[in-house]
Each structure stands twice: as C-alpha cells, then as structure tokens.
C-alpha cells in the first residue's frame, strides 16, 4: 500500500535523486529533502489560512443570510489577497508603553509552535515530515507551548484588556489541555503505539470515532477551546476584552496570531481526522484527498459551532472542563482499559 | 435538556446555511425608496414657489435659507433658496407646509460629500437632483 | 402635609422642611410613596423650583412635590439617602441648573464633561448660541 | 493608570489588588457612548461605575427655542429605535396640554405603530444581547426580521429610523391598504420568526447558563432607583403604564403584562421576548377594529396652550417616558424636561455588576438595552 502511495512521497523521492545525481552528496539530498518538507508544510499552512480566512467568511455569511465576499474575482475569492496586501503594507505601529523584545517575540514563537505541530501529521501514507514513535506526545506538548506566547503577548502589552486575555489563555489552554489528552490516551490504548502511522493503519477497518465515541466528543470540545473559538473563544472574547492579548497588535503582527490561530485550528482537526476519523484510509480516492476531505468536515464544524453558540463565561468555562470533561475522559479511559482487558487479554 | 438546546440552533444555522441570502447588493440592485420617502435634498419648483417663507418657518432647525425680493409687478421673488443637508432633520415640515407643493424631496440618497460646503445645497441653480 | 393637598397631587414644599416632608411620604404607611420617578428643576425667574416626582406602586398614585431656592444661593438638601434614584437626577439638575445638593455621595458632573460646561444650560440666562460659520441658517 | 486611587484601601481578603478598567466609550458591546468605569478584583468587578453624557445635545434647551410642533423630530432623536413611542409620549403630553381630542383612527393607527416599534426595538434587543454573549449569528436574524418593520414605516411615515409620524392631533398621514396587507402579512410571520430565535438564541444552553441566576438584585433597590419598564417587572413587580395608567385608547386591548419571579438577567431577556407577542395581539386587535375617519384633528396651525404644566408618561420599550412641560403661553415651552428610562435605569449598572464577572458586565449592559441617545438628551 505504501508503495503505490501517493504522488507527493514520489515527487519526494524524485527531488532527493536529483539532488543526489547533481552533487553526489547524499548529506546534500537529504537536506534538501528536508528543506523541501518544510516548504511544504509552509505552504500548506499559509494556503489553508488563505483558504480559510475566506471560507469563514462564505459560511459565516451563509449562516447569516448573507452573500459573503463577492466582490473581487470570481466569488470574491481574492478578498483574503487583497487583505494580505492591506496587513503586509500597513504601518507598524508599537504602542510606546509595551516591552519591546517580548511583544514582538510574542507573535514569531506563536507561529512556530503552530507550525511546528505539522511535523507529525500524516497526510497520506508515507507523507509526513517526521514519523515520530512520540507522534501524538509530540502533538500535544508543542501544542501546548502557544500558552506561553500569548501569556507574554498579554502581559507584554502592558494593556489591561490584552492582560485579562493573557490570564484567561493560560487557564483556559491548562485546564483543557488535560482533558484532551486523556482523550487521545483511548486510542493510544487500543493501537499501542504513539506513532501516527500505526494509528492510521490501525483503523483500516474501523475508525475510532465507531469505538471511541465519547472520546471523540471530549476531544472535539477540548479542541475548540485549544483553539480559542467560539465557544470557547474567551481569550479574544470581543464583547468583552476587544481583542484580548492581541489588542495591541496591528499589520503583519497581528497576522502573525491570525495565522497561529488558523493553523491550530487546521493542526487540530488534522489530529482529528488522523485518530478519530481513520486518517488517510478511504476507498477510491488517493489517501491525501481522503484527508484533505476529512480535515475539511472538521473545520466545517467548528466553524458551524462558531456561528452558532453564544460565548460561555470564565467560570462556566473552568467548572465545565474540570468537573465534565476531565471526569467524562477518565472514565473513557478505564472503560477502554477494561474493555482491552476482557477482549484482548495481555498475553 | 442538554445538547438538544444545541442541537437546535445547530440545525437552524445549517438550515440557513443553505437558504437564499437575505441581503442585496447594493450599487447593483437598489431597494424602492417609498412612496413616502424623506430624504435626499429639497427639489424646488421655481415656478409654483411663491416665496411666502413657510418652509423657512416650519423648519425646527433652521435648513432653509432664503432671502426675496420685491419685483416690479409688487411681487416677492426668491433670490436666494439654500438647503443646508448637514443641520436638516428631514422631519417632512417644509414640504408639507408648502401651500404650493413647489417643494418635493429627491430621490437620492447618496449624499456624502468631501467637504461641507458641497453639502449647502444651492436649490434655485440645481433642477433635480442637486448634484 | 395632609390627605387634601395630596390629593391634588401637587405639594408645595420648602428646602428647610424637604427632608422631612418626602420621608414622611415615602414611609408614612397611608401614602407610601415608595418610587422617586424623576427630580427636575424649573427656572421661575426670581425662583429656581426643584421638582420631585413620586410615584406609589401600592396605590398607583403620583404626586409632585415642589420646593423653590433662589438662584442666587441654590443649595438643597439631597434626597439621595431616601431613593437612590436621586444619585442620578439631583447629578442632573446640578449639571444643568448649578443646584448644589449638600450630602450628595458622589456630586460629579454626570452628563456635563469632568470640569462642568462652565455656565448652566437650562437656566433662563444662558442663551442659546446661534449657529456659527458656514451653519448659519436663517 | 496604575496610579489611580482606590477607594477601597486597594487590597482584598486575598491579598490580591483591585484595579480600573475604563470599559468604554468606544468598547464592542457598550451601546452607543456609555463608558463604564470597573473595579475589578481579577475578572470579578467590585465596582461599576456608569460615566455618560458623552451624546449630551441638550434636548431640553433645544425645545425652548422650538415650537411645540417643531420639537417632535427631536424626540425621534431620543431613543432612536423607538421614535413611535417617543413621538406618541411627546404629542399625546401637548395634546393633554391644549386639551386636543385625537380622531378615532388615528388612535388605533398610533396603537398599531407604537406597539410595532416595540417589537422592533425588542428585536434588536434580542440581536444586540445574543452579540454581547458572543453568538454572533443571532444579531443577522433579528436584523432582518427588524428589517421587515422598518419597510412597513419606511411605507406609513417615508422615513426608517426618524419617523415624526405621529403628529400633535394625530398622525401624519394615513396607512394604506398595501401597509394593512403587509402588516397582516408580517403578524402571521412574526411566530415563526420567533420560533427561530427560540431555536438559535434562548433555548441554547449555553445562553441561559450564561443570563440565568445572574445579577440578582432586591427588588426594593430597583424600586428605589427608579427603575423602570421590562427591568423592573422581571424582578416581579406588574406595573405596565399601558395597564395601570392607560393612555390613548390603551384600556381598549386584551393582553398580558408578562412578569417575572426571580430578576435574574434571564428573566429581564424574556421579557422582552414575551413582549413581542403580546404586542402582536394588541396590533391585531387594533387592526381588527381599525375605523375609517379622519386621521388628524383640526388643530390651529399656531399651538399656543394656556399658562400651566402638565405631565405625561407612556410606556416606551425601555421604561417609563414621560415628558414635564411648563407653559408661559406662548408657542414655544417655557421648560421642557424629559423623564428619561435609560437614565434612570443605568443608575442600577452598580447594584447588578457587583460581583459578577467581566463578562457579565456586557450581559448586564445588554440586558438594561441602555440607548445613550435617550439617557443623554
């Protein structure tokens, strides 16, 4: 199955042969190969954001019987380019009363923590930039470190609004930081493995949103608050901290965190779609199109719950993630315990 | 009780999602004004005005300025009939008080202008819509 | 104070006895007025008379009690000890009439700007300013 | 900032330091120009002052130099989402005046027009609080129903928003048999919509979680401030001046005055959702028993009421609107004070804020529907 796998592992090995024909250096094919990768990556995050930005915008208007962007180019499908244009050559401004270093290292580290996730997800059978056996581990605690980038974002920003927001991020990113690993610990139980293609392969024939219901659902709202959207989105919570941690950000900054924010959002339903929904197994189609369909389902969702729910309150949002969902995960957890116990017997 | 709530507005967005959009596009597709429409500037028919300044009176806020003059027949003629946009409340008085109907609203209302003084409407040399 | 004059629903009142005169309408158990709907002023020329607006949700009855300082010296008591919607009104009167209400908590300017406008719009002295400029109408 | 002073001595029973938050005058979810001013210890508020006046035009002043007649398009100019009701308190207090009888059509067709800009008003209302608690959709569905209302005067009285269309004596013009089509056409609509918003806005969990139990007041402070309107009556208290001090031919209609029980922010929303349809059956009502006639009384062109004052209240979306005028004779008030509901009611901003959190503040604010066009003059 690997071997008839998909155009890009080819066009991997195309790039590093010739590489290795031209220099005779396999040190420098290997690089190359890798720089390649990273690349790639760029280029799916920067695209999907493109991507996205303008997609929420069509379904958010669709939700709101509205027409959306349809101005410029067909659909007004270049309105995102024109909105990059606009941050790219905007001014940037830094507010005289902020701490310089930390304020713009702020959005660069978040960034790259975003971006950094994308090493371990599989988007086809053999396309993926580290198959790590800590895959999911990997995941989740450089997933984790957007906290600190927003906390210094916050605090740097010497705004009280941005400090609010900062303090929210960290308790809200902690709190359920935990309950979504539980929920990921059910299928590392049942495949045995943190390796993102065993996962994969292992759902070959039954995803594990058929046998890991309730941790799909943990995971699915933990998720939404990792990312900070609705209703989760109390870090940026726009009636009523303006823009939390990013109310001092304004041009190419800002959409630094904008498209931090997109990519965890795409990272996650990645992560989604490789554990729950059977990662690039479907019949048919080329594995990363099966992907691409079932990240694109995943964002959809969140979007739809964006424009749909209400913003839960701070203490809501606490109680809500220590006393249902930390419970509801561990209780997931020893269920799948037993059931692997009465099933598959350790040998 | 819990979920369902969710549930609900879910389907209302989803349903929504895929009905017709409410909105209209605008320098396109223009809504009617009505047939009652206050708004836009003051369209002055020079021939029924009779320059008895009840406009001028009824305004609340001062809109309308006007100056006359006697003629040789002893009639009084308009010299100067001004429609001052920025301070008009379109609150309908003039054209109502009117004992001629020599004033209407136009049809227009996209007023904005780069400076103030385009907005001082100068109603004796406009026919129509004043811009 | 008694059931004839309030029966007319209009009571004249003195700044001395003012305090006095609206807490025994608002606890004396037969009028029980227990809601203060508005506190205004008018500028009667020599006068300046305070209005008080009450209002009974028991009996559903209104009375207006009107009690006149000079303008000269205007100083009354507050009534904000006995409804707190004085907080707001009498904050108002002394925005726009100069009235000072003594034993007011918090006598800030409420709808004029941090240092007051500088006269006090609804007295009868202040004249409105005409337009000026390019506004000038008729 | 930080070197603002407290006036508590600063530290609380934890040790931690309360600190200012300027909310306002230019925040999301703030209506119009309120600036409120937070005391926060954490995301809990201590302290919550209101700071207005920042639309401040001087109304009151402004109707000296007027005629009566001529003060009508400031009125619009008060609560802005409800001019009807600002335009029927102003003229039915002149009318009270100069002692003018109104013609029975136009009666029914200020009924019809004041309890239609009640549901629109209400309408946004329920936008604007869905946008404050973050459901961002809710607002585009209250909009466009508010939409079909607005059509429907834009029809009666040419004007969307600044309607002038009642008149001392009456009504400006007559309503056609196209706007009684339509409006018929949008009361048999209005269930459905409102189903929508049961399904999108109240019955999502997260909405009530977010307003239920929230800022509970002792009914006796909102009595004492003055509070009126929808506020006062969810905490319990049945006074409706369309009931209790019936005006114009208010006296004639079958319908509930809505109450609640506990005075939560829950109940201060619903209550205005249950409005709505109560006003729908006064509007059907009133259709039903619309008379032909007249719509405007003879009414000299000149108004000069004799020597004296008068006070009238009407029950506007937001409270209790009464208008105070003194008259010296002439044609112009001598004194025109203006008994605002917003102001009055954003006196109890401190007393609901008091230990909620951030977040509940825009709830609060929300919930209060504060129009600074009112509260200011």
């Known amino acids: 199955m690997q071997e008839s796998a998909s155009l890009w592992v080819g066009l991997g090995r195309v790039i590093k042969q010739a590489v290795l024909a031209a220099t005779g250096a396999p040190w420098v094919a290997e690089l190359v190969h890798t720089l390649a990768g990273v690349v790639g990556i760029l280029s799916i995050i920067l695209l999907s954001a493109l991507v996205l930005v303008y997609l929420e915008r069509k379904v958010c208007a669709w939700m709101q019987m509205r027409l959306g962007p349809n101005r410029l180019g067909p659909f007004g499908m270049f309105q995102t380019i024109a909105d990059i244009i606009k941050l790219m050559t905007k001014e940037d401004i830094q507010p005289a009363q902020v701490s310089p270093v930390m304020w713009g290292l702020a959005p660069i580290l978040l960034f790259m923590a975003a971006m950094t996730t994308y090493a371990v997800i599989p988007f086809d059978a053999g396309v993926i930039f580290a198959d790590l056996n800590i895959g999911i581990f990997f995941f989740v605690a450089v997933g984790s470190q957007a906290t600190l980038p927003m906390l210094m974002a916050g605090w740097s920003s010497n705004n009280k609004y941005a400090m609010l927001g900062g303090m929210r991020t960290v308790a809200q990113m902690i709190s359920y930081e935990i309950p979504l690993v539980f929920s990921l610990l059910g299928v590392v139980m049942i495949t045995g493995s943190m390796k993102m293609s065993d996962i994969v392969k292992a759902q070959e024939g039954l995803w594990f949103i058929v046998t890991q219901p309730i941790a799909f659902l943990v995971y699915l709202i933990a998720s939404v608050a990792e990312t900070n959207r609705t209703p989760f989105d109390l870090v940026e919570a726009e009636s009523e901290l303006v823009a939390g941690p990013f109310t001092e950000y304004s041009g190419m900054r800002w959409a630094y965190f904008f498209l931090a924010e997109y990519a965890f959002m795409v990272g996650a339903s990645c992560i989604a779609a490789t554990l729950f929904l059977g990662g690039w197994n479907g019949p048919f189609l080329p594995g990363w199109i099966w992907f691409f369909i079932k990240v694109a389902a995943m964002i959809f969702l969140f979007m739809w719950f964006r424009w749909t729910f209400p913003r839960i309150r701070v203490d809501q949002l606490m109680s809500f993630g220590w006393k249902v969902l930390l419970p509801l995960s561990i209780v997931n957890v020893v269920v799948t315990g037993i059931g692997l116990w009465l099933f598959f017997p350790l040998v | 009780m819990f979920g369902i709530g969710l549930i609900k507005g879910l389907s209302v967005t989803l349903r929504r999602c895929f009905s017709k959009p409410n909105t209209v596009e605008y320098p396109e597709q223009r809504l009617p004004v009505g047939p009652m429409f206050r708004g836009g500037t003051l369209d002055l028919n020079q021939e029924k005005c009779i320059a008895c300044s009840l406009c001028a009176l009824a305004c609340p806020n001062n809109a309308i300025e006007l100056a006359t003059e006697k003629t040789e027949s002893g009639k009084k003629a308009l010299t100067l009939y001004r429609h001052h946009m920025p301070v008009c409340l379109f609150c309908n008085y003039c054209v109502e008080a009117c004992p001629t109907q020599a004033i209407h609203w136009t049809q227009d209302y996209e007023m904005s202008s780069l400076t103030y003084d385009e907005q001082i409407i100068d109603c004796m040399a406009a026919k129509g819509g004043a811009r | 104070m008694n059931q004839a004059m309030i029966e007319t629903g209009v009571v004249e009142s003195t700044p001395a006895t003012l305090l006095a005169d609206l807490q025994e309408l608002r606890d004396n158990a037969s009028y029980r007025f227990d809601r203060l709907l508005d506190v205004t002023a008018v500028d009667r020329g020599e006068t300046l008379e305070l209005v008080y607006r009450l209002h009974s949700l028991q009996t559903n009855r209104d009375l207006v009690v009107k009690a006149s300082i000079d303008p000269a010296k205007p100083e009354i008591v507050s009534v904000s000890g006995l409804w707190e919607a004085a907080l707001f009104g009498e904050r108002e009167v002394q925005d726009m009439f100069g009235v000072v209400f003594t034993g007011h908590p918090d006598p800030r300017p409420l709808l004029a700007p941090e240092d007051g406008f500088g006269f006090f719009p609804l007295r009868k002295n202040y004249k409105l300013p005409g337009r000026s400029g390019q506004q000038a109408g008729r | 900032m930080a070197q603002l002073k407290l006036e508590h001595n600063g530290v609380t029973a934890c040790g931690t330091e309360l600190y200012l938050l300027n909310m306002g005058p230019q925040h999301p979810s703030t209506h119009g120009v309120l600036r409120v001013l937070l005391e926060l210890d954490g995301e809990t508020v201590v302290q919550a002052t209101p700071v207005m006046g920042y639309l401040h035009r001087g109304l009151e002043k402004l109707a000296e130099a007027r005629t009566y007649p001529q003060f009508i398009p400031y009125t619009d100019r008060l609560d802005y989402v409800s001019s009807m009701c600002n335009n029927l308190a102003y003229c039915q207090t002149v009318e009270k005046l100069i002692g003018a009888e109104v013609p029975e059509r136009a009666e029914y067709i200020r009924v019809i027009m004041a309890e239609l800009n009640r549901i629109a008003s209400h309408m946004l209302f329920i936008g604007a609080t869905a946008l404050d608690l973050g459901g961002m959709s809710g607002m585009m569905y209250t909009f466009r129903d508010r939409e079909y209302i607005l059509d429907l005067f834009n029809l009666a009285s040419g004007s969307r928003l600044t309607y002038s269309y009642v008149r001392i004596g009456g009504v400006m013009n007559d309503i056609s048999p196209e706007f009684i089509e339509l409006l018929r056409k949008f009361l048999a609509d209005l269930p459905g919509m409102l189903t929508e918003y049961d399904n999108l806005i109240n019955g999502n969990e997260i909405f009530q979680a977010r307003l239920k139990g929230v800022s509970i007041v002792p009914v006796g402070r909102l009595i004492s401030q003055g509070v009126t309107g929808p506020v006062l009556r969810a905490s319990g208290i049945d006074y409706d001046l369309r009931v209790k001090k019936p005006y114009g031919i208010y006296n004639r ?106 977040a509940d503040v825009a709830a609060v604010l929300a919930v209060l529907d504060p129009c600074m066009g009112e509260a200011d003059a």
Request: some cysteine; charged content about 20%.
């Open chain 4, 253 to 358: 209609f079958q319908f509930a005055v809505p109450t609640g029980s506990v005075g939560d922010n829950w109940e201060r929303y619903l209550m205005r959702v249950l409005e709505i349809s109560e006003s729908a059956k006064i509007i059907a009502q009133a259709l039903e028993n619309l008379p032909e006639g007249p719509v405007m009384a003879k009414i000299a062109k000149v108004i000069k009421p004799p020597v004296g004052e008068v006070y009238h209240a009407n029950e506007t979306p937001r409270g209790e609107l009464g208008f105070h005028i003194v008259s010296d004779g002439s044609t112009k008030p001598y004194r025109l004070h203006i008994r605002r509901p917003t102001f009055y009611n954003l006196g109890c901003v401190n007393a609901l804020c008091q230990g909620v959190k951030i």
